[in-house]
């Protein structure tokens, strides 16, 4: 990911929004062109919403290891702050 700056705040990104915001239709074009379906706002730490995570095994075609990724919102698809999820051990 390039260094941009997050359009809320102005700091420097560290994460897209990974929010399916387009209908399926422009979802399937938007592959056909190798462009990203998702919302892709770049985020930083204070603005990101964490909702999950993503597992990978590592044998597709953009990684050879296995690993995980965070699933980002963007303050404009993030759930209400009553409707988060608090992390494992904490409020």
């Known amino acids: 990911m390039k260094r941009t700056k997050v ?3 102005g700091k420097v990104a560290v994460a897209l929004c990974d929010a399916d915001s ?3 239709a422009e979802q ?3 592959v056909l062109r190798d462009e990203s379906a ?5 985020l930083c730490e ?3 919403t ?3 995570r993503r597992f990978f095994c590592g044998r597709g ?3 050879s290891a296995p690993g995980a990724d965070t699933v980002d919102l963007c303050p404009a698809h993030a759930p209400a702050p009553a409707l988060r999820v608090a992390p494992r051990g904490g409020r």
């Open 61 to 63: 075609v953009y990684s």
């Open 22 to 24: 387009l209908t399926p």
């Open 46 to 48: 204070s603005c990101r």
């Open 28 to 30: 399937r074009a938007a």
């Open 50 to 52: 964490v909702v999950g």
């Open 7 to 9: 359009y809320v705040c």
């Open 38 to 42: 998702t919302c892709s706002a770049p």
